[in-house]
């Protein structure tokens, strides 16, 4: 007696953009050894496209395989993969191929962090499949190791750099000295960064996948909205300067920490520039490539590194996610759903910790410093180091000095009625920039 030949897994792919070309190419060159590793033939049953016409000749596909029914296309499959991006039609598509008992796989991080319950949710009451491992820092295998390899151990913070656009742009302001804006045309130019880089470069896009993130770390739902927010375009040149002068470097943090205070337990969510030490791993992290550090329990620290972006790293994690899910079409059962059982609350950004980097342009006169310590003291901010230095020239004649001070960890809403503090002492003639510190 012969064993059956498995059945095919019929694989739908809606998109077929920079990621979507590449994961067709992938699956079609690679079909022999995911046969091997799926334990049945994966087979392309159709790309849903929005423009036909276009010429994808360079793609090992059957022309026929295209189509621009993408809701049709999804209720004849036993997987979908999701590359479209947005909200909708990509939530619409998902949920009716869920429904039509498909398993499904996603790259969007928009849609996760803005409705991922209701994906949960709908993959739970179809029993099915929802993997979305490309939605976070590309290529890097962050998501499943989150949700599966450290699921018996008790995650504390993820801090990790998620974003390459703005890594770039923060590298070259580090290495060039020039600024924020012609630093961001300069990434344009080389392809880095989009024609409307907003999502990137005020955080949407980290903020998206931070959510994602602390969502899995800690069993709890967290929204992309829930998340503190503040972009890279206010970053000067002279605070890239200032970071150098201290041995660190700018970079664009995703911080997802669970606390325990007088408060009570909860997780704070936060993405913004910081100042990290150079020594810190995170700060080797040049160019586009993305890092995500874990601090656990038991584990201790992990740390991630790699592509987090691109057609092929990305394409690279929906592969990695489609044999996942194939496999369990093959043999039964299915990976790990929603996990939210813990609930925590996500704490206002006043109740975040950390150290701040202040500078000041002070008059120089007696008794200024002593005013300046006062503001600090009386919002029980605990100074660390404080630096003064006098330009050359005023431009007012008056005589100013340009003080640095940063500080030991203080909660934001103390630093942040410090800072209102400075801005009203007739000591202080500006507060000329306040950046966080952190990992050190
Ligand atoms: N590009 C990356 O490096 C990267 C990395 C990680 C995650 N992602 C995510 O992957 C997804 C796709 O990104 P991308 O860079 O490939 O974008 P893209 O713009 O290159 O591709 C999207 C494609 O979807 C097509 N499309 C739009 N609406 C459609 C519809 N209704 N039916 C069929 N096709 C439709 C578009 O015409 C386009 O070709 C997004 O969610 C993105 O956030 C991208
Ligand atoms: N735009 C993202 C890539 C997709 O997540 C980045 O710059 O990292
Ligand atoms: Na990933």
Do not use: W
């Not at 409307?196 to 800690?218: H, M, Q, R, W």
């Not at 300046?372 to 404080?386: K, N």
């Amino acid at each position: 007696m012969t064993d059956e030949p498995a059945k095919p897994i019929r694989v739908a792919l809606l998109g077929c953009g920079v990621v979507g070309s590449a994961v067709a190419r992938m699956l079609v060159t690679n079909a022999a050894d995911l046969r091997a590793r799926v334990g049945a033939p994966v087979e392309l049953v159709g790309i849903a496209v929005r423009r036909p016409a276009k010429d994808r000749t360079d793609l090992p596909v059957d022309p026929a395989t295209f189509t621009t029914d993408a809701a049709e296309l999804v209720t004849r499959a036993d997987i979908v993969i999701e590359v479209i991006g947005g909200i909708d039609p990509a939530r619409e598509l998902l949920l009716s191929a869920m429904a039509h008992g498909a398993s499904v796989i996603t790259a969007n991080k928009a849609l996760l962090a803005e409705d991922g319950p209701t994906l949960y949710a709908a993959a739970d009451a179809a029993g099915v499949d929802l993997y979305y491992e490309a939605a976070v820092a590309g290529a890097i295998p962050i998501l499943r190791p989150i949700r599966e390899s450290l699921a018996g151990d008790d995650v504390r913070k993820v801090l990790g750099i998620v974003n390459g656009t703005t890594n770039f742009v923060l590298d070259k302001m580090d290495t060039s000295g020039a600024g924020f804006e012609e630093t961001v045309t300069q990434a344009q130019a080389l392809g880095y960064a989009e024609a409307d880089p907003t999502a990137d470069v005020e955080g949407f896009d980290a903020a998206a996948k931070a959510a994602i993130l602390a969502s899995l770390a800690f069993h709890t739902r967290v929204r992309g909205a829930d998340v503190f927010r503040e972009g890279i375009s206010d970053v000067t040149a002279a605070d890239i300067a200032a970071a150098k002068a201290m041995d660190c470097v700018v970079k664009l943090l995703a911080i997802c920490e669970r606390t325990t205070g007088p408060d009570g337990d909860g997780i704070n969510v936060r993405v913004h520039p910081a100042m990290i030490p150079r020594s810190h791993p995170l700060a080797s992290v040049r160019d586009a490539y993305n890092a995500v550090f874990v601090e656990a329990q038991a584990a201790g620290q992990l740390m991630f590194y790699g592509r987090g972006a691109g057609g092929d790293p990305t394409a690279s994690a929906v592969l990695g996610d489609l044999v996942a899910v194939a496999r369990h079409r093959v043999a039964g059962g299915r990976g790990p759903g929603e996990s939210a059982y813990a609930d925590l609350p996500v704490l206002g950004i006043g109740t975040s910790t950390t150290r701040y980097h202040i500078s000041l342009d002070v008059e120089d006169r007696p008794g200024v410093l002593a005013q300046v310590a006062q503001a600090f003291a009386a919002h029980d901010v605990s100074i660390e180091t404080v630096r003064q230095h006098i330009p050359a020239n005023s431009a007012t004649g008056q005589a100013h000095a340009n003080l640095v001070v940063v500080t030991h960890r203080a909660t934001e809403s103390a630093l942040s009625a410090t800072v209102d503090a400075l801005a009203a002492s007739p000591s202080v003639a500006e507060v000329v920039s306040v950046m966080r510190v952190e990992g050190a």
